[in-house]
């Protein structure tokens, strides 16, 4: 196979393989946004019941989704850049704190807070320290 | 921007049919943003003599915090009181 033979098999494939490529991304922007769009769901907040020792346990959750992305194409408009390309790019976080258990049992059925004390702690200390420093820079400008 | 409230088919449990409720929060600017936060509201709750009630279900961490944030801002504006007095 000669030079020129292996340029023109190269130039006649690569379309398809850009076409692939924007296609595999668009397919994983789809399952992207049908996952982030399944946080909205009921079933993303409950969790599966649970049966122990006589009690139904169903676990309450809070779920925050945050996504974006973002894709851009360009060329060049001068003789001697002619070259063209496009990009894309995105991100998302997922998160989820228990809030609640629900419990059912022979007395009844029973709603129990789950209290994160590390994020209470945490909330004191940083009010605590901004208060302070409040404090003494009204100290100082007095 | 859109607010909806989204129930799971009851739970069948020593009579009881428990119906847990959700809402979803959902800001969705553009195709290329958004956030979703979804919230338990409570449990829907029909008991086996076919009373029916609701639940609620508090987030007592964000109780908690919004307390101590409060707390804080007010003890601050009393400081800037006292101060600006003297």
Do not use: C
């Not at chain 1, 998160?95 to 059925?109: K, L, T, Y």
């Not at chain 2, 009851?10 to 809402?23: D, E």
């Amino acid at each position: 196979m000669s030079a020129s033979e292996t340029e023109n098999t190269s130039e006649a494939t690569l379309p398809e393989n850009e076409n692939a490529l924007a296609s595999a991304a668009l397919e994983t922007i789809q399952d992207t946004m049908d996952q982030f769009m399944a946080t909205a769901d009921v079933n993303a907040v409950f969790g599966e019941t649970i049966k122990h020792q006589g009690n139904l346990i169903l676990p309450a959750a809070e779920v925050v989704s945050i996504m974006g992305f973002g894709i851009g194409s360009g060329a060049g408009v001068s003789e001697e850049n002619k070259g063209s390309g496009s990009g894309g790019g995105g991100g998302g976080k997922t998160f989820a704190r228990p809030v609640a258990v629900i419990v059912a049992n022979e007395q009844g059925v029973q709603v129990k807070p789950v209290v994160d004390f590390t994020k209470i702690y945490l909330t004191a200390f940083t009010t605590l320290a901004f208060i302070t420093s409040a404090w003494l820079r009204m100290r100082r400008g007095k | 921007m859109t607010l909806q409230n989204t129930n799971r088919p009851p739970v069948k449990w020593r009579g009881y049919q428990i119906s847990p409720v959700a809402q979803a929060f959902r800001f969705v600017p553009s195709a290329q943003f958004g956030i979703i936060w979804n919230r338990p509201v409570g449990v829907q709750v029909q008991t086996p003599q076919g009373e029916t009630q609701f639940l609620p279900v508090h987030d007592l961490t964000r109780i908690i915090q919004v307390i101590i944030i409060l707390s804080g801002l007010f003890l601050l504006f009393l400081l800037k009181l006292i101060y600006k007095r003297s």
